[in-house]
């Protein structure tokens, strides 16, 4: 009589790996801020929260700020981001034509992601990105034969029009009605004419502020180029042999 053979012993299952959350596998500090991005252009910076970008990315929201550390911190980020688009133009022909190239390559960026221009502006420190454009822009200058002290001034002249948008000296959002815009006019034409006059005149709403439209960026950074360049030339004269 034969003896049975044993039945083969089977190999130990493998160990499963613990599951991960949904969305997890590809979270990174771009990818959220991407995601913030695109929350921000279809809904403005209002629509970004990180409860909402965990929906959008499918994770967990609190798992976003191993990432990007904080609300304030993604904020710079986006930020940053849309600076980071911008393509600056050394080699126009000029230092003047290169800087006003490079301006509105910054507003090109500020077009496409509009909620940028309220955001920058509650920024109290430069992003890396910014550093980055700002350098460019001096770099432009300097090889354009500007002296520092008159690139200092420049960049105080040009203030936020460096990043492709005007700040106005007063908030003009331009969501007055123009029936009620003629209104107010007509009521401060006795005591104020000339606000009065003005206002009926040029009241306009611009891409990225009530009177931040292209024709007045244009209009703007074309006669400061045009006023440091006679600064500049006169400054190349006072200089010995110049």
Do not use: N
């Not at 980020?77 to 006003?100: C, F, L």
């Not at 077009?111 to 890396?128: C, I, Q, Y």
């Not at 007055?176 to 815009?181: D, G, L, Q, V």
């Amino acid at each position: 009589m034969s003896t049975p053979t044993p039945p083969a012993s089977r190999a130990p299952a493998p160990a499963r790996r613990p599951r991960r959350a949904r969305g997890t596998a590809r979270l990174s500090r771009d990818a959220i801020v991407t995601a913030a991005v695109a929350l921000a252009d279809a809904g403005g910076i209002e629509a970004v929260s990180m409860r909402r970008l965990g929906q959008e990315l499918g994770v967990d929201p609190m798992s976003l700020y191993r990432h990007v550390g904080s609300k304030d911190a993604l904020l710079d980020a986006m930020s940053d981001a849309v600076v980071a688009q911008i393509e600056p133009v050394t080699d126009a022909g000029s230092w003047q034509a290169s800087a006003r190239a490079t301006m509105l390559a910054a507003r090109a960026a500020m077009l496409e992601h509009p909620w940028t221009v309220e955001l920058r502006s509650s920024r109290a420190a430069p992003t890396p990105a910014e550093l980055r454009h700002l350098d460019t822009l001096l770099g432009i200058l300097r090889d354009g034969g500007f002296s520092v002290a008159l690139t200092h001034h420049a960049i105080h002249v040009l203030g936020s029009r460096v990043l492709g948008f005007s700040q106005d000296l007063y908030d003009d959002g331009g969501d007055t009605p123009p029936h009620e815009a003629e209104a107010m006019a007509r009521a401060l034409a006795g005591s104020h004419p000339r606000l009065a006059e003005l206002a009926v005149a040029v009241t306009h709403t611009g891409a990225l502020g009530g009177c931040d439209d292209d024709a007045e960026f244009v209009f703007a950074i074309d006669l400061v180029l045009d006023g440091l360049e006679r600064r500049r030339a006169l400054e190349a004269a006072r200089r010995p042999g110049g």
